[in-house]
């Protein structure tokens, strides 16, 4: 079955630090990848997607993320990060052909000191 | 172990029929509950945030009489799809929070409608 894993359960930064949250999946085939972030007591919202094409991605909000096919990789980046980053990071996956669960990662809780 | 389940994994249902989608969680009582939906090569979108005892907040564009939600107790949610179509066929998803920064998914529901 397809699994996502997230490397760091909690990230605790300075403002203007830079960010790097890892992403690994299981799935051998075509996926879908996704990130998305909550903030505290909000819904899901989300930050960036790819599904073929130019596997670097921008987002919203200064994000990209990389997307590694060898390494089954979808690490999100942010060469700066601010107090209003705070927030839980998530990395999901969907199997191309539709047919599977959407399976998110466990999340990354973002904590940025100012 | 998991900690929100739904129910069912995959229905297949006849236009113009009902559908109802159970969400548990299985550990905690949770206040807020989150459905969203998501159509093939999209990201997941919400669609409703349920709050128990209370009537559910409905996204723009959402018909609250076509997607019933109904928060009957700290652990349980449901979502009716009513007189569905072809068009409503998705994966519905639904996310639990505990306190502000505890968030867990379902596994997700498939919804064929023919």
């Known amino acids: 079955a397809q699994s996502v894993s997230q490397h760091n359960h909690h990230v605790i930064l300075s403002e203007a630090a830079s960010l790097e949250l890892g992403c690994n999946y299981s799935?051998?085939?075509?996926?879908?990848l996704f990130w998305y972030v909550q903030y505290p007591g909000q819904h899901l919202q989300l930050l960036l997607k790819y599904f073929s094409g130019d596997p670097l991605v921008k987002g919203i909000k200064g994000f990209e993320a990389e997307f590694i096919k060898s390494k089954f990789s979808f690490n999100l980046r942010k060469p700066s990060v601010q107090w209003s980053d705070t927030a839980e990071y998530f990395c999901a996956v969907n199997e191309e052909n539709y047919g599977q669960n959407f399976v998110f990662g466990p999340g990354t809780r973002l904590s940025v000191l100012p | 172990g998991a900690v929100v389940s739904q129910h069912p994994s995959w229905v297949i249902c006849k236009s113009g029929t009902s559908v109802k989608i159970e969400c548990r969680s299985l550990?905690?009582?949770?206040?807020?509950m989150f459905w969203y939906r998501q159509f093939p090569k999209q990201s997941l979108m919400l669609m409703a945030t349920s709050n128990e005892g209370s009537k559910a907040t409905y996204e723009q564009g959402v018909e609250k009489d076509k997607f019933l939600i109904n928060h009957a107790s700290l652990t349980l949610s449901t979502l009716t799809v009513t007189s569905a179509h072809p068009e409503d066929s998705s994966f519905y998803i639904c996310s639990v929070t505990r306190g502000e920064n505890e968030q867990y998914f379902g596994p997700g529901t498939r919804l064929t409608v023919t």
């Open positions: 550990d905690f009582q949770a206040t807020t």
């Open positions: 799935y051998g085939g075509t996926v879908n």
